[in-house]
Antibody
């Protein structure tokens, strides 16, 4: 069974950093990009960035450049996201999602999602 | 950046109803549009990819259409498990999502 299992909820003070893990299983980890998406309370999804576990290439959304880092541990089949300089506006549920290509590779979508990790920024 | 606007933001309906949700893109995105279902406490689920293609194991009461800037998701006969929030997602440029449409029981 293919799945992504994320680490548990975190509480951080403003200015701190948080690191969330996303453990994959049931498929070859290096065959698919992992993307990160967050959802603030009562809001829609916001795409943050992607990582290719095979090449270690990454791409970050412009809003997160400079304080967002994606890494992976291939032998563990696990991806990580770290967000630094946290502000209250970073309070959200953070999701990892596997990117799959359809129709000969022409179209992308996220076919498997983690269960989400709540990150609360509070003083 | 490409913006997606969903309407309505929320919707009340009954079991057995037919409902349609709309997603409008700020620029032409061809068929680079996906739909997801989000149920409280569960991981989001891919329903539709490339504007109109049903993902595996998604019930046939779900359908979608559109291209360019205007897209729709239709549920032909609502079931209790369909009451959820639905999100559109464009994969043409930098990934972006609509704000979501919450489907509630009337």
């Amino acid at each position: 069974q293919m799945q992504l299992v994320q680490s548990g909820a975190e509480v951080r003070k403003p200015g701190a950093s948080v690191k969330v893990s996303c453990k994959t299983s049931g498929y070859i980890f290096t065959d698919y990009d992992i993307n990160w998406v967050r959802q603030a309370p009562g809001q829609g999804f916001e795409w943050m960035g992607w990582m290719n576990p095979n090449s270690n290439n990454v791409g970050y959304g412009q809003r997160f450049q400079g304080r967002f880092t994606l890494t992976s541990h291939t032998s563990l089949g696990t991806a990580y996201m770290e967000l630094s300089s946290l502000g209250y506006e970073d309070t959200a549920v953070y999701y990892c999602a596997r990117r799959i290509k359809f129709l000969g590779g022409a179209f992308d979508a996220f076919d498997i999602w983690g269960q989400g990790t709540m990150v609360i920024v509070s003083s | 950046d490409i913006q997606l606007t969903q309407s309505p933001s929320s919707l009340s309906a009954s079991v057995g109803d037919r409902v349609t949700i709309t997603c409008r893109a700020s620029h032409n995105i061809g068929k680079y549009l996906n739909w997801y279902q989000q149920t409280p406490g569960k991981a989001p689920k891919l329903l539709i990819y490339a504007a109109s293609n049903l993902h595996s194991e998604v019930p046939s009461r779900f359908s979608a259409s559109g291209s360019g800037t205007d897209f729709t998701l239709t549920i032909s006969s609502l079931q209790p498990e369909d009451f959820a929030t639905y999100h559109c997602h464009q994969s043409y440029g930098i990934f972006a999502f609509g704000q979501g449409t919450k489907l509630e029981i009337k």
